[in-house]
């Protein structure tokens, strides 16, 4: 499988390069399948090559720090979603994975890489809370999770309760992540105030039912 894998790609690039211009599709599609059988080098560097003949939309950009980041080349990726941002300043994905691309590098938070960068992800969401209420959520749970681990409790539960207020659609996880916070705390009857809230929204949430049970016994 690997050599006729070696064979298509080479097809690839024979068919690329058989005009005057280097046909772009084909060399999207080649990263496409680069991409999906997990050769993410490859697919990095063959999409990069559009980025070099001026194909440099959004979904561009994404795609090649996506693939650097799948390949653990944090640094090449943080380039990647730097100059995105830069050429596209209101595309809020680009600020997202730099984000991203931060706490991979730093997993330990022992550096604290990521959490100005999701702090600048928030307030940039901030502008439009309702459009942009992926970004908040994803950059409210790290802050929300790094506070906790650094026993920050009541930033913590201010990231939370704001995460509680983005849509009802948050409401069951911030609840599930205050009750976290309580449980660490120490802190029992809150814990449990917090799984009877998500109980009352979903009366058959299983993992709440069970911390209730865990607190009791």
């Keep these: 499988a690997e050599k006729e894998l070696v064979k298509a790609f080479e097809a690839y690039e024979k068919a690329i390069y058989f005009t005057e211009e280097e046909d772009l599709n084909l060399i999207y599609e080649k990263g496409t399948v680069q991409y999906s059988a997990r050769r993410y080098a490859d697919a990095a560097s063959t999409w990069s090559r559009l980025l070099e003949k001026g194909r440099d939309t959004e979904n561009d950009f994404i795609?090649?720090?996506?693939?650097?980041?799948?390949?653990?080349?944090?640094?090449?990726?943080?380039?990647?979603?730097?100059?995105?941002?830069?050429?596209?300043?209101?595309?809020?994905?680009g600020y997202l994975w730099m984000a991203n691309t931060a706490s991979a590098k730093d997993p330990d938070s022992e550096l604290g890489l990521a959490k100005p960068r999701f702090q600048t992800?928030?307030?940039?969401?901030?502008?439009?809370?309702?459009?942009?209420?992926?970004?908040?959520?994803?950059?409210?749970?790290?802050?929300?999770?790094?506070?906790?681990?650094?026993?920050?409790?009541?930033?913590?539960?201010?990231?939370?309760?704001?995460?509680?207020?983005?849509?009802?659609?948050?409401?069951?996880?911030?609840?599930?992540?205050?009750?976290?916070?309580?449980?660490t705390m120490g802190d029992y009857s809150k814990a449990t105030e917090e799984n009877n809230k998500i109980l009352?929204?979903?009366?058959?949430?299983?993992?709440?039912?069970?911390?209730?049970?865990?607190?009791?016994?």
Excluded: C, W
Excluded at 74 to 83: L, S
Excluded at 131 to 149: N, P, T
Excluded at 202 to 216: K, L, V, W
């Design 200 to 217: 009352a929204i979903e009366p058959g949430h299983e993992s709440a039912r069970s911390t209730i049970q865990y607190i009791i016994q």
């Design 121 to 183: 992800l928030v307030q940039k969401a901030s502008v439009d809370s309702v459009k942009y209420v992926k970004e908040m959520y994803d950059a409210l749970r790290y802050l929300g999770y790094e506070s906790l681990q650094a026993k920050k409790y009541d930033d913590a539960k201010a990231y939370y309760n704001r995460m509680m207020n983005l849509s009802p659609d948050y409401r069951v996880k911030a609840h599930s992540s205050l009750s976290t916070m309580y449980m």
């Design 63 to 93: 795609q090649v720090g996506r693939a650097y980041y799948q390949d653990k080349q944090f640094d090449k990726a943080d380039e990647i979603f730097g100059k995105m941002t830069t050429k596209y300043p209101d595309n809020l994905q």
